[in-house]
């Protein structure tokens, strides 16, 4: 809640109401997305890979380079929604919790500084190994391969050698989700690998994000390395979203649109990968 506080006092200082709820040809756009892509990602599929993918096929964005920033500046508050939902459904060790979630918060504050500073052909090509890796780790979770991998595990925390690689771990990620990698994916191999419950990944996942996202944000605001114009309908968006997911979707089928997410995953890497390469290096 504090954190929340922080974002929105700094948002609504360095970008004013007029300029964030600024109506255009692209207001309509840009909340269907939010809506879409946190509806989505409260469901499990994460919003990062998606809205990335609309950006582009409705180009949202007037500046390639803004895009890591808009995806996190954008998706904080739906995130922190999402966390209010979903943190108490399962118990997790404290001190597993705790550390894994304080080192994504470190790892995004030190990659946000770092990203607000690349040029548009690193962003771009940033961006594209982000979707091809994460299109890669989604693909692995729908044809059964990371579940597989979760199989039989019982444990609720993490202990000595296993915790250490946790926390080192939650950092990188922490890192990469400021680059726009989403953190779900590669967190939940990484939980089901240190021989976690399966379930344990999703409080990990969410407070790692809800912790995260407000940190990272904060950097880009304060560089204006976002999209400004109206971006509060995308996060307006969004925010409905997820309470209309958490409150209203008992049961749904996600598989086939699994699938095309992956399918257009992989498609969008590949054409932000071909663009990189028709900006001249800054």
């Not at 739906?78 to 399962?90: C, D, G, N, P, Y």
């Not at 950092?171 to 967190?187: E, H, Q």
Request: glycine fraction near 10%; include cysteine.
């Amino acid at each position: 809640m504090v954190l929340s506080i922080i974002y929105t006092v700094a948002l609504g200082r360095r970008a004013s109401l007029p300029v964030l709820f600024e109506r255009g040809p692209k207001t309509l756009t840009g909340f269907a997305i939010g809506f879409v892509t946190d509806f989505l990602d409260t469901l499990g599929i994460g919003s990062y890979l998606t809205t990335t993918a609309l950006f582009r096929a409705t180009r949202y964005l007037d500046d390639d380079r803004h895009l890591p920033g808009t995806l996190n500046v954008g998706h904080t508050l739906a995130l922190l929604a999402e966390s209010l939902f979903f943190i108490t459904a399962v118990q997790v060790e404290p001190l597993t919790l705790g550390s894994m979630v304080l080192a994504a918060t470190i790892g995004g504050q030190v990659g946000s500084h770092i990203v607000s500073r690349l040029n548009r052909q690193l962003i771009l090509r940033t961006i594209s190994i982000a979707m091809l890796v994460t299109s890669t780790l989604m693909l692995s979770r729908i044809t059964g391969l990371v579940d597989s991998l979760g199989s039989g595990n019982t444990a609720m925390g993490l202990s000595g050698l296993a915790l250490l690689i946790g926390v080192v771990g939650n950092f990188i990620l922490g890192v990469l989700m400021s680059a726009g990698v989403g953190l779900y994916a590669p967190c939940m191999v990484m939980v089901y690998l240190l021989g976690m419950n399966p379930l344990a990944a999703f409080p990990i996942m969410m407070t790692s994000c809800a912790a995260l996202a407000p940190v990272v944000s904060l950097t880009f605001i304060k560089t204006e390395s976002y999209h400004k114009k109206g971006l509060g309908w995308f996060i307006v968006g969004g925010v409905i979203g997820v309470v209309i997911a958490a409150t209203l979707v008992k049961s749904l089928s996600l598989d086939v649109l699994s699938w095309i997410i992956v399918f257009v995953g992989f498609y969008t890497a590949l054409t932000l990968f071909r663009a990189s390469q028709k900006v001249e290096p800054a």
